[in-house]
């Protein structure tokens, strides 16, 4: 078992990587089967225990006080981290238990190839702090907020407020965070380059070519690595980066005279009149419904005849459509963490959203009834999820 686990996958071999994705699926029932039902969900309510271990290790810099290539005494990793002795043997011990850092010999730490990551990649890095800093401690209090405002799809009424104490989003509170926006941009990218979320498919899947010299618009771009991307592949096309707050963003000097950023709120009239493409990546899913609507709706004056729309998003799994490790991905983007685990994945990502922003992952036909509810002008163009890509890409034109 330990032989086949150190044996790489070759995941272009499509039958391999098939083979392992189904194995994936399977790793939760083959757990079950062997702890049994009452384990499994204990198991479940001490999931966020992981989390006291990250946060210690990301707050007092752990991975990165821990020499490369040679363990270290807890002793003097103590002194460096000044976590005192006794608890950070305890908190690490817990952390080797996951796989991260390890005790070659008693009394002395040392990387793992997981730790080594944490120490290195500074966007693994900024991500882990996002999530133990302020995703976790919302997401505790997203049960309270649903019974505070049930039903509710307004942004701020969700765990960060009852955290905050007043009326506020997920973005106002992360835009104040210590270590700035930057660092949240950093912790996007993180996802950006997981399995199924390159740009890549965003590249490959759109007729690009056929645009020429043309402008495209990316709204909540980010760092604008997916308007990179493209501009990498296809060097006629200009791009504007919109994003709340762009300060700070950086391009590569060969694409800078293409790639602009700009502060815009979409709530607000889209500016950038007459270009050929928008396009939102992977943010409409953090908004309710209402915001979608209008967001399509402050489109409308900008746009000619002709241009093209394109979400890049999730398209809900339905349950038994597809494997329930991908559906469960999906799905704890919302709320019920629990019931998600156990029924869903795709689910993942869905109540994240509701936990966070009151947004919500959608399934397909939701997104082409938003389109029709906005304007009947937006005329529908499909929806395909280009094979190994966790997201659809849906295609819509203005035909005034
Ligand atoms: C999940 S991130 C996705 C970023 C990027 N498109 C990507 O694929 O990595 C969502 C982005 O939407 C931005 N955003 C949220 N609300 C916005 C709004 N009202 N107007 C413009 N951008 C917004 C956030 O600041 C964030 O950068």
Redesign the pocket.
């Known amino acids: 078992m330990r032989t086949a686990l150190a044996t790489p996958v070759d995941v272009s071999d499509k039958a391999a990587q098939t083979a392992r994705l189904d194995i994936i699926d399977m790793i939760p029932d083959l757990q079950l089967k062997l702890i049994g039902e009452q384990a499994m969900i204990r198991n479940m309510t001490w999931s966020p225990l992981n989390l006291v271990t990250l946060q210690v290790i990301s707050r007092c810099k752990i991975a990165q006080h821990v020499p490369l290539d040679t363990p270290i005494s807890y002793t003097d990793l103590s002194a460096i981290c000044s976590v005192p002795e006794h608890p950070l043997k305890r908190l690490l011990r817990h952390a080797m238990t996951n796989r991260l850092f390890c005790e070659p010999t008693k009394n002395h730490v040392a990387h793992t190839p997981a730790s080594r990551l944490l120490a290195a990649d500074k966007k693994l890095d900024s991500w882990v702090f996002f999530l133990v800093e302020y995703f976790w401690p919302a997401t505790t209090r997203a049960v309270d907020a649903m019974q505070k405002w049930p039903g509710s799809s307004n942004p701020t009424e969700v765990g960060v407020s009852l955290i905050a104490g007043e009326q506020t989003t997920w ?1 106002k509170e992360i835009a104040k965070a210590d270590r700035g926006i930057a660092s949240f ?1 950093d912790s ?2 993180v ?2 380059e997981g399995e199924g979320w390159q740009d890549l498919y965003l590249v490959e899947n759109f007729p690009w070519g056929e645009i020429g010299k043309g402008v495209v618009v ?5 760092s604008g ?2 308007s990179m991307a493209i501009a990498e592949a296809y060097p006629d096309l200009k791009f504007v980066v ?4 762009t300060e700070g963003n950086d391009v590569p000097a060969h694409l800078k005279e293409r790639i602009t950023f700009m502060d ?4 607000n009239p889209q500016p950038i009149k007459d270009a050929d493409v928008y396009f ?4 409409l899913h ?2 309710p419904d209402s ?1 979608v609507l209008k967001s399509f709706q402050n489109l409308i004056p900008a746009l000619k005849s002709g241009a093209k729309i394109i979400i890049q998003d999730f398209g809900l799994t339905a349950p038994g459509e597809g494997r329930l490790a991908d559906e469960s991905y999906e799905r704890q983007v919302i709320l019920l963490y629990v019931l998600s685990w156990i029924f869903t994945k795709d689910r993942m990502m869905d109540v994240m959203m509701m936990s966070l922003m009151n947004g919500k992952e959608r399934e397909r036909e939701e997104w082409k009834a938003l389109f029709e509810e906005a304007d009947p002008r937006y005329k529908w163009g499909g929806a395909m999820r280009p094979d190994g890509s966790r997201l659809w890409i849906y295609t819509v034109t203005w035909e005034p």
Do not use: E, K, P, Y
Not at 264 to 267: E, G, P, Q, S, V
């Open positions: 973005f941009r996007m990218a996802v950006s990316d709204i909540g771009g980010a690595h997916t919109q994003d709340l707050h815009h709120d979409m709530l939102w990546r992977a943010v953090n908004h915001v």
